[in-house]
């Protein structure tokens, strides 16, 4: 069973009708119900919007032990916000993330007019190293993005991916049984929903 974390906030309705799509015989539930999260299989944390608004709305629903708990030992699928929280800092706010990733969150400062903020729009991924999740996905496959800000790792050994936007930044990140992206893979055609199945499929 994979559970789509619901805390108020994301794109919840798009990432449950794609996974439905790629494998509609899997059980997978939107759910802010701690037990249900810590029975699942596998964690969906999307996410759409301001990381301090992440961060309150975790507290609030007492979620924030629970969602680090499970990004410790099933397998975890972070997007867009739900790749953010996981550092352990965000200069969106000046708030803590999760820490379970070594780096910063930092916000776009584009020199070139050409390059809007908030980044929006189809853009190429540079994979940075094999991964399951990228398995029947072109190196240099486009992906659809939203956001203002961008990940800065400790740890460039945990890049997954990178694409370029007035400068290369990391899109994906890997971390033992994590896997979390920037941009937003039901949102991204073909490529996309394969990453999706794949996060079916991915064994730790």
């Avoid at 619901?6 to 119900?33: E, I, Q």
């Avoid at 965000?90 to 990733?101: D, F, K, M, P, R």
């Avoid at 800065?152 to 997954?160: F, I």
């Amino acid at each position: 069973m994979i559970a789509i974390v619901d805390y108020g906030m994301g794109n919840l309705r798009s990432v449950y009708n794609a996974f439905r799509k790629v494998s509609p015989n899997l059980k997978v539930c939107v759910t802010s119900d701690q037990k249900i999260i810590q029975s699942a299989d596998r964690i969906v944390f999307p996410g759409q919007g301001a990381m301090p608004d992440c961060v309150r709305e975790l507290a609030n629903r007492n979620l924030t032990e629970t969602i680090i708990n499970a990004a410790k030992n099933k397998p975890f699928l972070g997007i867009c916000i739900g790749l953010q929280m996981l550092n352990d800092f965000s200069e969106e706010g000046g708030v803590s993330g999760l820490g379970i990733i070594p780096g910063q969150v930092r916000k776009f400062k584009t020199k070139n007019h050409f390059n809007k903020v908030p980044h929006m729009g189809w853009n190429e991924v540079y994979r940075k190293k094999n991964h399951f999740m990228w398995n029947g996905i072109n190196n240099n496959e486009r992906f659809y993005f939203v956001h203002s800000y961008f990940v800065q790792l400790k740890d460039q050994s945990l890049s997954a991916a990178e694409t370029i936007y007035e400068h290369p930044f990391c899109c994906a990140v890997s971390k033992d049984n994590i896997f979390a992206v920037q941009f937003h893979p039901e949102k991204s055609s073909l490529a996309g929903l394969q990453l999706l199945k794949n996060f079916t499929r991915w064994s730790i």
